[in-house]
Every structure is written in structure tokens, then in C-alpha cells.
């Protein structure tokens, strides 16, 4: 298999973990939901890079928001976990050797922060969004514990390994 089938098969591979674990596991709230998919966010992250985890982590995350029955929220969606994927992923490939607990938290504010401004856009108001950014962040840290408990089985998948063949 060369490396851009790899690539292609991988981001598909986990753009589908991402909803499915988005979708899947959610706990209802009044403004949305709290799920298990910023781990895959992660992982994506992880194992694809930055551009790749950012379009595998956007698409599933919002296609879990269409499907859930939140499409308002696809948009943002996109936007936030793929700047969350871009952010960590980046920082994993351009620092591959210190520890990557530390890269996911900007990540982490990065998302909560796209997601309180997009709220503030929809619901016109400062106010009323701050309800959802300790939700936000309760949920980036959940992502993160089952992230670090993932990625050393899953790290003899990540692709920044492979040589044009």
C-alpha cells in the first residue's frame, strides 16, 4: 500500500471514530451535548498530523452535530475541533520528543474559545455562553485522559513515519 492510500484509508478510518465516538456516547445538557470524541479529536491528531486530523476531526465532529440534530452547531464544529486537531498535531510534529499532555491543553482553550464565540454570535449575548465553557473544557480534559490511555497502543499507527515508497 503507498503512503497516500495510507494516508486517505487512515483519515477515513478516523474520521469515523470520531463520530461514532462523538454520536454514540453523549450526555444530554440544556445547550447541547458532552461526549468521548475530543479523545478521538485527539488521536486523530495524533496519528494523522495536522492537516489530515484537522479534516478527519472537523468532518466527523460536525457530521455527528448534523446527525444528532444540532446542525447549527456544524459550522462551529468544524472549526473548533479542527483548529483543536491542527493545534495539537502540529505541536506533536514539530516537538515529537516532549511530552504531549502539554500540547493538548491550548488545544483544549483553543476549542472552548471558538465555541464560546460562536455562541456569543448565535445567541447574541457575552453572557449566556459562559455557561458552556467549563462544559467545554470538563470535556477537552475527559478527551485528554482517554487520549493518554490510547495512544501508546494505537502509536505504530501514526503516519509521520512513513517514506514515499
Known amino acids: 500500500m503507498n503512503s497516500q492510500t495510507k494516508i486517505i484509508t487512515y483519515s477515513a478510518l478516523m ?10 456516547v453523549r450526555i444530554p445538557l440544556p445547550t447541547g451535548y458532552i461526549h468521548l470524541g475530543d479523545a478521538a479529536v485527539l488521536l486523530a491528531a495524533y496519528i494523522l498530523g495536522p492537516w489530515a486530523g484537522l479534516l478527519a476531526a472537523g468532518l466527523g465532529s460536525a457530521g455527528a452535530d448534523y446527525f444528532g440534530g444540532y ?20 505541536f506533536i510534529k514539530r516537538y ?24 456569543v454570535i448565535m445567541y447574541g ?28 497502543p494505537l502509536e505504530r499507527f501514526k503516519l509521520t513515519e512513513i517514506k514515499s515508497e
Open 15 to 24: 474520521m469515523a471514530l470520531v463520530f461514532v465516538m462523538t454520536f454514540i
Open 71 to 90: 446542525a447549527a452547531y456544524m459550522v462551529p464544529t468544524f472549526i473548533a475541533k479542527g483548529s483543536m486537531a491542527f493545534i495539537f498535531g502540529y
Open 96 to 119: 515529537p520528543a516532549k511530552n504531549i499532555l502539554f500540547f493538548a491543553f491550548p488545544a483544549i482553550i483553543d476549542m472552548a474559545l471558538i465555541y464560546f464565540v460562536a455562541e
Open 125 to 152: 449575548s457575552l453572557v449566556s455562553p459562559l455557561v458552556n465553557v467549563p462544559f467545554s473544557i470538563l470535556q477537552g480534559t475527559v478527551g485528554i485522559v482517554i487520549m493518554v490511555i490510547l495512544y501508546k
